[in-house]
């Protein structure tokens, strides 16, 4: 699985649009970008995941670049829930292959009020 | 969606005694589910990877006999950690995988303390 690079923490302001970036720089044509958090004292959550495309869905906008070396993560309007350690991650599509996802160091995103 | 099911979210137990952590796939059927690890402040590190009806798989420096894993039907595995120390204290979080290229689903975890 290709290795990510992510900012170890960031802050944003309540109401303002939270942006993530991921560096990917090995990806491989097969790979997706998967993006989970964790709250704290929780499980991970999924966000969002894409391939080449930009993605959005009721949690978050993805946005890759064109050659797919780096992704940013959009959270339009955050909010003190949002708070959490974010995490990317690249690899071959989770469907029909039962392997784990491995975490990184993630970027632990502040909501401040 | 999807949901798993962790059990107990917290427990404090004596050192030396075995506890027992539940993990439930509660709508869907897991052929796999995976357990992590996790020490303040780092993040999740991979235990074992759980197969219904065979062996677990654990990761190198993890004791397969310490942490027992155990995944006899297709909704629930269990991880007893057996003579528990202090060191073991740390969040326990398992996973399966659903279908559909959702990825997996995550467990609320477990914090376990070892007195």
């Known amino acids: 699985d290709a290795k990510t690079t992510q900012p170890t923490s960031m802050d944003c302001a309540e109401g303002r649009a939270a942006n993530l970036p991921c560096n990917h720089s090995?990806?491989?044509?097969?790979?997706?970008v998967y993006w989970y958090r964790q709250i704290h004292s929780q499980g991970p959550q999924y966000i969002i995941h894409?391939?080449?495309n930009n993605e959005t869905n009721e949690m978050a906008s993805l946005i890759i670049t064109e050659d797919r070396k780096s992704s940013t993560l959009i959270l339009p309007h955050a909010t003190l829930r949002d708070t959490a350690v974010y995490y990317c991650?690249?690899?071959?599509?989770?469907?029909?292959?039962?392997?784990?996802?491995?975490f990184g160091s993630g970027t632990q995103l502040t909501v401040l009020p | 969606g999807a949901v798993v099911s962790q059990h107990p979210s917290r427990v404090i137990c004596k050192s030396g005694t075995s506890v027992k952590i539940e993990c439930r796939s509660l709508?869907?059927?897991?052929?796999?589910m995976f357990w992590y690890r996790q020490f303040p402040k780092q993040s999740l590190m991979l235990m074992a990877t759980?197969?219904?009806?065979?062996?677990?798989?654990?990761e190198q420096g993890v004791e397969k006999d310490k942490f027992l894993i155990n995944h006899a039907s297709l909704t629930l595995s269990t991880l007893t950690v057996t003579s528990a120390h202090p060191e073991d204290s740390s969040f326990y979080i398992c996973?399966?995988?659903?279908?559909?290229?959702?990825?997996?689903?995550f467990g609320s975890g477990t914090r376990l303390t070892v007195v």
């Open positions: 996973s399966a995988m659903q279908g559909g290229g959702y990825g997996y689903t």
């Open positions: 090995t990806i491989s044509g097969n790979e997706y």
């Open positions: 894409g391939l080449k």
């Open positions: 991650i690249v690899r071959v599509a989770l469907s029909g292959s039962a392997r784990q996802l491995t």
């Open positions: 709508d869907f059927q897991a052929t796999t």
């Open positions: 759980s197969n219904e009806g065979s062996k677990a798989t654990y």
